[in-house]
């Protein structure tokens, strides 16, 4: 009880918001439209799963968006040029890796503060994205959206495949040393040296890990819709930053569970949609995240002070 | 220690004439008063930004949030203005107390709830962009501003554009208090050893929060001077801003870890990134893309000076472990 | 049988302090082998030596009849060295079972985890020392002492030979040291050598079969425990009257100058402390570690300020609420970690000395470099600072000028109450008694002094009067000049003898 304490507050919160919209908006949950909005968040939810990763291993990673948008734009052209979906998908997890890989390297080996170090690459694969795109949006061949089935199948499909990998994420942190190692290293990096854990590897290889899963969701995102566009991955830093810490992932490392993600995205993903619901501007949906992400550290500022004592 | 920074310091103005001489000999009307005026009004606000950068960084922190500050502030001047007709001046005032606000909120939760700045200036970066575009309903934006306010971004004195005055202020200002006062004694000492500096006696709290108020200040000003140049107030507005200025910061020989680091070599570090920029942009004559080219150099500088830094500081050996008996 | 462990003349020194000496010293299987000696003794750089953290400048060290050749920790750790201290290095964020698995198993990335079988035997292992901690249990809701049990489980399941325990007993209640004796007498049946470090008297007798006392980084002697009785011990421990000479007080103290009154802090554990320092006084604080003299001295800085009692400073009752009021009132902490502390290393040493008295020589906050020079050219004349120059570095500086530097910050604020805490902790024997001129000169110039330090010979060479500490509170004060005997018998709680 004590230990899933901020992931059922949060799915607390999460039922409450969504039975204010099942009594004040009751057309929130006609059928289509909320398929649609769930699938919208899967991307974002295999993202979620490495930044988890990211966060307990005590470090950061805010170039994610960048190289979304990037993978995308990669999987979006080798598409377009005919080349089959899964060639696509793995040459997309593959720049996703390298992207990754290099942050990887610079913090784990060079010892760089990661926040420095992927606020840097945020905005050198950005621009380069945009010096080499100019905004240019790409048309996808017609059997790429949805993997060419129905548009329910697709979507039942990417839902099932984010939950099975949020699973199986959830399976190998428990059940793997290597799972284990993370949080060893986020929890004291020096013991894990002494424990014989080699803590730049397992930093480099998180890092790796998350670009692989930001290009693996590119292209969940991208097999949504008929086109890709280069800025597909705006923003996309924050919200999943957002999803990790609300689902109750300490920034001070070690501690975190992957199911948190889960009610962590799903209420900062109804928060717009709620507000739209209610008649407020939509336009909010960057405050609010700010203003949660500030709430959560707040909240474990104020618990780990407790702790101490 | 003294010696190896200013060496750092020679070598960065070493580079930047170099910089400057390749670029007029090889680009077109490089070292003309128009283009030096452009690079200087193309970099204040970003050098603004980076001389209240400087502090932050010496006391071991960082302030993600300026960019979005600097948007926030141009939002509310632009309503000062547009909305409650507020004369310009007026609003200005009005922007740098938002700036100093945003500061404030920043500096109580690093130093009442000792959060890492880190994750709160990454909260507040999103605050702040988030509320300036509640604000002005993602799109809005203010434009039609008066000429005498427009001149503030646009026009020259004493053959110098007008904001670059305001610059040399602030850039005086912040070197006396970095290099003159007991306060920028203080940041260096926080950076270096925050308990041994409590220890000594000093305000530590007081002069972490005052970094943090004084760099949301000078975000309002540097918004009003943004919105002045670009003669519009919008929502985007400094974009990507923090990253421009910490890599000056950082390329002017700042440590990232707190303690070492001047404010001439912030200058220096901005001048740099300014020139390179306007410079390359010129040669390849794609002056169409000089945003997106600069923002690949800055966040490729800003690597390779960290690296750089981290490698040289590993060179002479670690330092000494302490010892028992 | 070959001894489990044979350390032979073994010498270490850090920079101009030698903390180890020649030192030899040897285990047997199945024995419980106490090492005792002051702070600085000596006691832990064995320890280091012996866990592979410190490599020796020369000796030898055999593990099972084997000559170490490389000292790191894993190494020693395959040699079945095992160490437990007292701030226990495990992961807060981890499981008890799998703390004690990381500790045990190879690391394998890839290697699946088996939760059940990780539990059983982390229970197994802590049943087996008779503790009764949940193995699912996050370690971070353990409290100190179940931590150190589950350091003690990680060595016993390592299976290793030796184990050092470093004050195991400090911050365990009466029932658990019970349980823990009991695990050391186990391990002892069971033929594993157990060094037992502790300042408990009562512990070493009920416990140890052979002692080796360490002084100034030389081994004193080892002797079987039945032939000791507790003042024999002592003796050991203090040793033979002292050959350098202390500088003596002359003429009487003035009036007191700092007056306490059942001062507490909760916080940190001072409790019912009542003392007055006179001008012109040096006033030792003796006791063990842990006996809360540091935390006697931050509560007086205002670092953790008190919540009982009070402060009399020149018979005015004042609130020290954090170091700045402190400074205001004329109290100086020359804090006893000098690197992390007293002194900033990275900054000049003009900078380091005046950095507790900006308001006063940087009037409206502008630096003045030119008085700032003559400051420290005063302090480095008037100390005889051994440095570059006023803009050398702090960390360019040895141990003693690094002291120095740290009380010359203070003397500049122009305290009446100066408190030292272990002023010539790591210094060498030259600086070491230049040091003591200067704070017998200081207390002569009418100062009063409080000094904390664990060497000894020093308090009793230094001090006018001597107050003893104990779990949190001044037990005993003792006037004139007592014998070692008597302020060791009182900081270890015994009758003197």
Known sequence: MKRHFRELSVAAALALLLLALA??????????????????????????????????????????????????????????????????????????????????????????????????????????????????????????????????????????????????????????????????????????????????????????????????????????????????????????????????????????????????????????????????????????????????????????????? | MKKLWLRHEMILLVVLVLEILLFNAIGRRFLTADNVANIVRQSVEIGLLALVMTPVILTGGIDLSVGSLLGLCAVTFGMLWGELHWPPWVAAT??????????????????????????????????????????????KAYTNFPASFLALGNSFFLGVPVQAWVFVVVAVAVWLLVHRTTAGRAFRAIGFAPEGARFAGLPVERRIAQAYVLAGAVAGLAAVIFVSRVTEARANAGIGYE??????????????????????????????????????????????????????????????????????????????????? | MPDLLRATQLTKSFGAVRALRGVSFDLRAGEVHALLGENGAGKSTLIKVITGAHAPDSGSLEVGGKTVNHFNPREAHRRGIACIYQQPALFPDLSVAENIALRLETPRAWRRVRSASRIARARELLTRIGADIEPRREVRYLSMPEQQLVEIACAIGSGARVVIMDEPTASLTQNEQHLLFAVVRDLRASGVGVIYISHRLEEIFALADRVTVLRDGESVGTN???????????????????????????????????????????????????????????????????????????????????????????????????????????????????????????MPIAQNMSMAIHGLIFPGGWLRVAAELRLADEFIASLDIKAAGPGAPGASLSGGNQQKVSVARWLATKPRVL?????????????????????????????????ISSDLPEVLGMSDRIAVMRGGTITTLLDGKPDAHTVMAAALGKEAA
């Open chain 2, 94 to 139: 009005g922007a740098v107390g938002v700036g100093a606000m945003g500061g404030c909120v920043n500096a109580a939760l690093i130093t009442r709830l000792r959060l890492p700045p880190l994750i709160v200036t990454l909260g507040t970066f999103s605050l702040f962009r988030g509320l300036a575009e509640a604000l002005t309903s993602g799109t």
């Open chain 2, 243 to 325: 990253l421009a200025a910490i890599t000056a910061v950082v390329l002017g020989g700042t440590s990232i870890f707190g303690g070492v680091g001047s404010v001439h070599g912030t200058l220096l570090g901005v001048a740099a990134v300014a020139v390179l920029g306007n410079g390359l942009s010129r040669i390849l004559s794609i002056t169409a893309f000089s945003r997106e080219l600069s923002g690949i150099l800055t966040g490729a500088l800003l690597i390779v000076a960290l690296a750089a830094g981290t490698l040289l500081r590993r060179a002479p050996g670690a330092k000494g472990r302490g010892r028992s008996g």
């Open chain 1, 23 to 309: 009594i004040f908006a009751p057309n929130f949950y006609s059928l289509q439209p909320l398929l649609s909005r769930l699938t919208a968040q899967m991307p974002a939810l295999v993202a979620a799963i490495g930044m988890t990763l990211v966060i307990i291993s005590r470090q950061i990673d805010i170039s994610v968006g960048s190289q979304f948008g990037m993978c995308a734009v990669i999987a979006g052209l080798l598409a377009a040029a005919g080349l089959p979906l899964p060639v696509v998908l793995l040459a997309s997890i593959g720049a996703g890796a390298v992207m990754g890989a290099v942050n990887g390297a610079l913090v784990a080996w060079l010892g760089l503060p990661s926040i420095v170090v992927t606020l840097a690459t945020m905005v050198t694969w950005q621009e380069a994205l945009r010096l080499w795109q100019q905004g240019r949006l790409l048309n996808l061949p017609p059997g790429v959206q949805w993997f060419g089935l129905s548009q329910s199948a697709g979507q039942m499909a990417l839902i099932g495949f984010a939950v099975a990998l949020v699973a199986l994420g959830a399976w190998v942190m428990k059940n793997v040393n290597a799972g284990r190692f993370i949080h060893a290293v986020g929890s004291d990096a020096e013991a894990a040296r002494l424990a014989g854990i080699n803590p730049h590897r397992v930093t480099f290889g998180v890092f790796a890990l998350m670009g692989a899963l930001v290009g693996l969701a590119a292209v969940m995102n991208a097999v949504q819709s008929p086109q890709v566009q280069p800025t597909c991955g705006d923003g996309l830093e924050l919200k999943v930053i957002a999803a990790a810490v609300v689902g109750g992932v300490a920034v001070s490392g070690g501690r975190g569970n992957l199911w948190g993600v889960f009610p962590g995205l799903l209420l900062l993903a109804n928060v717009n949609p709620a507000l739209t619901h209610f008649h407020v501007q939509a336009y909010w949906e960057k405050a609010i995240q700010g203003l949660v992400i500030l709430l959560a550290v707040v909240a474990d500022g104020i618990r780990s002070r407790r702790a101490v004592r």
């Open chain 3, 224 to 346: 079987a425990l039945d032939s000791m009785n507790e003042s024999s011990l002592i003796a050991m421990m203090v040793g033979r009257e002292v050959s350098h000479t202390f500088p003596t007080a002359e003429g009487a103290p003035g009036d007191v100058a700092l007056s306490l009154h059942e001062l507490g802090c909760s916080a940190s554990g001072v409790h019912g402390v009542s003392l007055d320092v006179r001008a012109g006084e040096i006033v030792g604080l003796a006791g063990l570690v842990g006996a809360g003299r540091t935390e006697l001295a931050r509560v007086l800085f205002g670092l953790t300020p008190a919540d009982r009692g009070e402060i009399l400073l020149n018979g005015e009752r004042v609130v020290v609420a954090d170091p700045r009021t402190a400074i205001a009132h004329g109290v100086a902490y020359v804090p006893e970690d000098r690197r992390r502390h007293g002194v900033i290393l990275e």
């Open chain 3, 419 to 451: 408190i030292l805490d272990e002023p010539t902790q790591g210094v060498d024997v030259g600086a070491k008694s230049e040091i003591h001129r200067i704070i017998r000169q200081l207390a002569q110039d009418g100062l009063a002094v409080l000094m």
